[in-house]
């Protein structure tokens, strides 16, 4: 079992490699069209700062393993962010199509660190729990802020819309 569960936790790091890489992309090209709304634009930013810092954990944690990112996933992944982002930005209104989208992603990306956490111990990898906690922390405190923030995004979306029209 222990090696099942280290071969399925390898797999989850690379996995949340590519999340994140993915992550990155999206939130990049979000960044640069968010002018417009400056708070948002400030919590992406810094988001993106903390998203790079988890890549830089995943890589440490798959170090530690005797493994390293899969290229293919974080190429596949990066284009995936990319396209997202394209079709978004043809949208009238994407700084809520990016809202909701981005705050169904926080939740994925929640959801792969509390897997990776459950296998930490079976895997024999209690060593990377510290970085992938701290990872946890920053995407919840994230789905938290996006949460808090739908209605301001919204109303914020109107307003310019008005001023636009």
């Not at 290229?71 to 700084?95: C, L, R, W, Y």
């Not at 995407?139 to 001023?163: P, R, S």
Request: aromatic content about 6%; proline content about 1%.
């Amino acid at each position: 079992m222990a090696n099942t569960a280290r071969d399925i936790f390898i797999v989850g790091l690379r996995n949340a490699h590519a999340m994140e890489i993915q992550a990155r992309e999206l939130m990049e090209r979000q960044s640069a069209r968010l002018g417009d709304y400056p708070s948002v634009k400030a919590r992406v930013e810094a988001h993106l700062a903390e998203t790079n810092e988890q890549i830089r954990r995943l890589d440490k944690c798959l170090e530690a393993c005797g493994d390293s990112a899969s290229t293919f996933k974080d190429t596949t992944q990066s284009v995936m962010g990319n396209v997202m982002a394209m079709s978004h930005a043809m949208a009238g209104d994407e700084i809520l199509k990016n809202t909701f989208a981005n705050n169904a992603f926080e939740h994925f990306e929640i959801a792969a660190y509390k897997s990776l956490l459950t296998l930490c111990s079976e895997a024999g990898m209690n060593a990377a729990r510290a970085p992938l906690e701290m990872s946890l922390r920053e995407e919840e405190q994230m789905a938290a802020w996006i949460d808090a923030n739908i209605g301001d995004v919204t109303k914020a979306y109107v307003l310019h819309e008005q001023q636009a029209a």
